[in-house]
């Protein structure tokens, strides 16, 4: 591959931080496929348009596994931030990270425990937890981020897995720690994280509970099962992507329905069309706006582009979910808006082999507690101008440091 110019567009570009759907918007435009720069300033492929990013995703020609040089980068990064050697695997060894059959094999036996009927099952759960988040929250300004929006899933999740109740505040510590990537404490919690399961496991082997871990440690398929390295892996995962997209989905999904009243109004005109406006909401303002490095194994066309074996491609889920040639008036939200085929319509949780996991459990997340938070506060409001919202600089999330809200019952 060749030198990057320094005009190519970089994620960490101030005018894709500030304005990603303007900012991708203008580059999905120019190309379907166009270089750029990623975090570490190395060369990638932009890809941004709906029909080539589910290409991507689709495509066990582009794998998530880092070659050479990239595996390498990837490495020093790890480093960087202080993540001690011995428990590196833990992080960066994950079903997220896996390809082909060694993902195969991880999703197969996890999907036995993390079943659809054990997510249907932790709803009545989930209602109490939203209950008593409200009843919490009084009726003055408040920092619904910190009071809501995060604790909610982090506790869910923490019911789902078998985390005890007096050790999650500290897993919202760790939490913190291990999204914001801050080095000098990335490593001191993915320390705790992985010391904490590892003595959570033995004990649930002494003692079994019903919950994820026993579920995970029972799990076999023909004779297969989950390794002590693998099930503390996959608990890390599954708590850490599970609880911090959710968490800043439902925030973005409050700012998103108390700037367009007209919408917030149809759905308090009929309530049957929450469950269908969590995908809307997903399309439209979704935390993760791209995806982790897909690294071509052989020379691939796309978009009229040639990609090299071994180059790095960036799939923009925020640039593909706006994109007017899948989405009529794409920019504009409307909870009336429904997929034109089977399926969700959006690649807000992905596409293909490496789609979330988690998805059931964030839909019904969210599905609750927008639901009960409308519904709880009628006069709902924002206590600054959105323009004055503080929205995290971080390359490829929309995430908001905080939200603060007056929680009114009337006007």
């Given at each position: 591959m060749s030198t990057v110019r320094a005009d190519e567009p970089?994620?960490?570009?101030?005018?894709?931080?500030?304005?990603?759907?303007?900012?991708?918007?203008?580059?999905?435009?120019?190309?379907?496929?166009?270089?750029?720069?990623?975090?570490?300033?190395?060369?990638?492929?932009?890809?941004?348009r709906y029909e080539d990013v589910r290409s991507v995703l689709a495509d066990d020609r582009f794998v998530n596994n880092a070659p050479g040089e990239a595996a390498d980068r990837k490495a020093r990064l790890i480093e960087s931030l202080g993540i001690p050697p011995d428990i590196t695997g833990y992080l960066t060894e994950s079903i997220l990270s896996s390809d082909g059959a060694t993902h195969m094999r991880l999703r197969k036996l996890v999907s036995r425990a993390f079943t659809v009927r054990r997510v249907a099952q932790l709803r009545p759960s989930v209602e109490r937890i939203t209950t008593d988040l409200l009843d919490g929250l009084g009726d003055g300004p408040v920092d619904l981020v910190e009071h809501f929006s995060y604790p909610l899933p982090i506790t869910v999740i923490c019911d789902l897995v078998g985390?005890?109740?007096?050790?999650?505040?500290?897993?919202?510590?760790?939490?913190?720690?291990?999204?914001?990537?801050?080095?000098?404490?990335?490593?001191?919690?993915?320390?705790?994280?992985v010391d904490y399961l590892n003595a959570l496991i033995e004990q649930r082997r002494a003692a079994p509970q019903d919950d994820l871990i026993d579920a995970l440690i029972a799990v076999h398929d023909e004779g297969d099962r989950l390794s002590d390295v693998e099930m503390v892996t996959m608990v890390v995962t599954l708590v850490f992507a599970g609880h911090e997209t959710t968490a800043h989905l439902i925030s973005n999904a409050t700012v998103a329905l108390l700037t367009h009243p007209d919408q917030l109004a149809r759905l308090r005109e009929d309530p049957a069309l929450w469950p269908g406006v969590v995908h809307e909401l997903m399309r439209w303002c979704g935390p993760v706006q791209i995806t982790a490095l897909r690294y071509a194994t052989q020379d691939v066309e796309l978009g009229g582009t040639l990609i090299r074996a071994g180059e790095a491609v960036q799939p923009v889920l925020v640039s593909a979910n706006r994109d007017p040639r899948q989405y009529p008036h794409a920019d504009e939200l409307d909870v009336t808006r429904r997929a034109a085929e089977r399926g969700e319509g959006h690649v807000g949780f992905g596409h293909g082999a490496h789609y979330c996991l988690g998805a059931a459990l964030a839909k019904q997340e969210a599905e609750v507690a927008l639901s009960a938070l409308f519904s709880r506060f009628p006069a709902l409001a924002l206590a600054c101008a959105p323009g004055e919202l503080a929205w995290d600089p971080i390359p490829g999330a929309r995430r908001l440091h905080e939200l603060p809200v007056i929680t009114r019952l009337t006007e």
């Open positions: 970089a994620l960490t570009a101030p005018e894709l931080l500030a304005d990603p759907y303007g900012g991708y918007r203008r580059l999905r435009e120019q190309a379907p496929v166009l270089r750029g720069r990623y975090l570490d300033d190395s060369p990638i492929w932009y890809v941004t985390i005890p109740e007096a050790d999650r505040a500290q897993w919202h510590v760790w939490g913190k720690a291990l999204s914001n990537m801050r080095p000098g404490e990335v490593g001191p919690a993915a320390r705790g994280c």
